[in-house]
Structure formats: structure tokens, C-alpha cells
């Protein structure tokens, strides 16, 4: 059974690192083909997919968050951590993390809960 | 970057109708768009892949089509439990993917 759940602070202030941790069982992220992204999505509105990082460490970010977006994976302990820099209110979401199958091009088929991160001081 | 467009943005249907979400991508992506189901407070649900392909579990009456530019995702006779949102999204040649903006399937 795959499970992912999201952890990280809920408070962050405006410019600060938010750092954001994955922890998944049930599946190894060093089986080919095996992807964790991160997916947020602010209140009320559309989801935005954020980054991915794959079995054989290939990560890809979305373009206009590259510059301010990490991730990175600790295998043995099973997780995925995002950070996100500089971080603004407009950046106010839930972040979800998700699990995908079949190397690039194969979606997310199972998601997290998602944790609430506000932005403000 | 490659632009997505869902529409309508809100649907309002009852049980038993059949109901089409349109999709359509600014320049082909020739079969990588997913449909993903979304009810308030939870996460989203994979329903399609690959344009058409549905997702292990998940019922027959929700069917995705189209290829390029057009896609689609149409549930045969709607249940109660579909009423939720529904957002497409597509897989680029640079390896990332970008949602459409979502159509709530709300009760008339």
C-alpha cells in the first residue's frame, strides 16, 4: 500500500526558506521508473505542479519558480524534501506531495494529504 | 510554455446526465493530458492518462478522448458522487507539467 504524507512548518514569514518533507512507504524511489513531485495548490483556486525528481535523481522544476525551487531525496529514509526560497504571501497553499509510475510523462496517482502553509508576518 | 484551457469553468448538471469537460492545449502535446478528480479538503484523484486511459479502480462511465490540442473527459450518467472539480493537465516536451484551471461539476 503507498502512502505519502507531507510535513513541514504551517507559519512562515515573508523571505524566508520553506523546507517541506515527503515521507513515503511502500514503494522505493530507487526502482526504475519511480517519481515523488510536489503539487500546491492556493486557497480556492487551481492546483500548480511544482517539481519532480525520479529514481535515477532527474529532477525538473517548474520554469518560473526554478530559480527559488530544491528538491532532493534521501532514499534510505524515504523521503523527498522541497525548499522553496524568499517565500511570499502569494505563495500561501497547500502543498501536496505525490507519488508517479512509468518514469517522465507518467502523472501522480497517489497524492498525499497536503499540509497548509500560510505566509505572513 | 504551453498554455491549457478547461472549460467550462462550472458546470451545473443533475444525476444521470451525461456531461463533457473540454480541454485544450495552446500547441500539440499529442497524447499527455491526465484528468484528475478533486472534492473540497481532499487531495486530487487520478481518473485518465495518456488521453484515454482510465486509471486502475476507477468506473467505467468517466472516459477521456482526443489527441494534439482537444481533449476530453466525459462522464456517461453522472452519479452522485462525481460532483466535484475536475482539471486536466498536460506533460511538455521539457519533462514538467501544467493544470488547466479546473471545471466544478456542481448540482443544478
Known amino acids: 500500500q503507498i502512502t505519502l504524507k507531507e510535513s513541514g512548518p504551517a507559519l512562515v514569514k515573508p523571505t524566508q526558506t520553506l523546507t517541506l518533507t515527503c515521507t513515503f512507504s511502500?514503494?522505493?524511489?530507487?526502482?526504475?521508473?519511480?517519481?515523488v513531485g510536489w503539487i500546491r495548490q492556493p486557497p480556492g483556486k487551481a492546483l500548480e505542479w511544482l517539481a519532480v525528481i525520479y529514481w535515477d535523481d532527474d529532477k525538473r522544476y517548474i520554469p518560473s519558480l526554478k530559480s527559488r525551487l530544491t528538491i532532493t531525496k534521501d532514499t534510505s529514509k524515504n523521503q523527498v524534501v522541497l525548499t522553496m526560497t524568499n517565500m511570499d504571501p502569494v505563495d500561501t497553499a497547500t502543498y501536496y506531495c505525490?507519488?508517479?509510475?512509468?518514469?517522465?510523462?507518467?502523472?501522480?496517482?497517489?497524492w498525499g494529504q497536503g499540509t497548509l502553509v500560510t505566509v505572513s508576518s | 510554455d504551453i498554455q491549457m484551457t478547461q472549460s467550462p469553468s462550472t458546470l451545473s448538471t443533475s444525476v444521470g446526465d451525461r456531461v463533457t469537460i473540454t480541454c485544450r492545449a495552446s500547441q500539440s502535446i499529442d497524447s499527455w493530458l491526465a484528468w484528475y478528480q478533486q472534492k473540497p479538503g481532499k487531495a486530487p484523484k487520478l481518473l485518465i492518462y495518456k488521453a484515454s486511459i482510465l486509471e486502475s479502480g476507477v468506473p467505467s462511465r468517466f472516459s477521456g478522448s482526443g489527441s494534439g490540442t482537444e481533449f476530453t473527459l466525459t462522464i456517461s450518467s453522472l452519479q452522485p458522487d462525481d460532483f466535484a472539480t475536475y482539471y486536466c493537465q498536460q506533460y511538455n516536451s521539457y519533462a514538467t507539467w501544467t493544470f488547466g484551471q479546473g471545471t466544478k461539476v456542481e448540482i443544478k
Open positions: 511502500g514503494f522505493s524511489l530507487s526502482t526504475s521508473g519511480v517519481g
Open positions: 505525490a507519488h508517479s509510475r512509468g518514469g517522465s510523462g507518467s502523472p501522480q496517482d497517489y
